[in-house]
């Protein structure tokens, strides 16, 4: 479904990304694991064409993205929500769910139909859905960002650390609702970005490691000291 080959990319003269090849299969989970900076989040604003290519090819079913705009990979149906949220405060919860699936034209019965997927993976939503996002809090704003993406995401979705900066109770309700998505629709790729392995441990069917912009491809996680707490147990 996507793959990246080889690809390169430079910042002010920097190279952030260094010949990283990365698959993904329709369905399929993979997780990209590195430290903060390591490149993880280039990664996923290359697919989404906010960064140029210096070299390499990324494809999407069998697309060649570099003839596609930024603004058009979203009706390719390829969701992202990045760690910092971007909801639109003045906008409601729901507002801010419908807005992607009215930007791309979808027909009402597909928005509904997509609607129903994020309500039924993250219910707690549902109650919410007419307040105002700038009231959310930034656990719950994740929780939306996560449904926005899955409006735009019907085929992939990318989650650009999921996990960072949630509390413990919402940390295992966003597990759970991953756990959800997985069980509603087997056809939708994800891809997640992570900086603690062991937060995804179980979960993923690949999983690639990313250092210095390199990224290499990993079978077992290795274990840290949040497996030990039990984080990791609410995600598989």
């Known amino acids: 479904m996507l793959r990246l080959e ?55 079913e069998g697309h060649d993205l570099a003839e596609v705009p930024a ?23 729901e507002e801010n769910l419908r807005f992607p699936g009215e930007v791309m034209r979808i027909t009402a019965a ?12 993250l219910p707690e939503l549902q109650g919410m859905r007419k307040r105002p996002a700038a ?17 735009a995401g019907a085929r992939l979705v990318l989650l650009d650390e999921p996990f960072q900066g949630l509390a413990p109770v919402l940390a295992q309700r966003y597990g759970t609702a991953l756990r959800a998505l997985r069980e509603a629709d087997r056809d939708i790729a994800l891809l997640i970005t992570e900086s ?28 840290s000291s949040l497996a030990a707490s039990g984080l990791a147990s609410w995600i598989r």
């Open 6 to 60: 080889r690809i390169s990319v430079e910042i002010d003269g920097a190279t952030v990304l260094r010949e990283a090849s990365i698959e993904i299969a329709k369905g399929g989970t993979v997780a990209l694991i590195g430290r903060n900076g390591a490149g993880k989040t280039s990664v996923l604003r290359s697919i989404m064409g906010f960064l140029r290519l210096s070299s390499g090819r990324i494809s999407f």
């Open 71 to 93: 603004h058009c990979r979203p009706s390719m149906g390829i969701g992202y929500a990045p760690e910092d949220r971007r909801l639109y405060g003045s906008f409601t919860l």
């Open 110 to 121: 597909e928005l509904s139909r997509r609607l129903d997927l994020v309500y039924a993976v």
């Open 135 to 151: 009231g959310l809090s930034g656990g719950q704003g994740k929780m939306v960002a996560l449904g926005r993406a899955l409006v």
């Open 196 to 223: 603690n392995p062991s937060l995804l441990r179980s979960f993923a069917d690949e999983n690639y490691l990313i250092e210095r912009g390199e990224v290499s491809r990993h079978g077992a996680l290795p274990d």
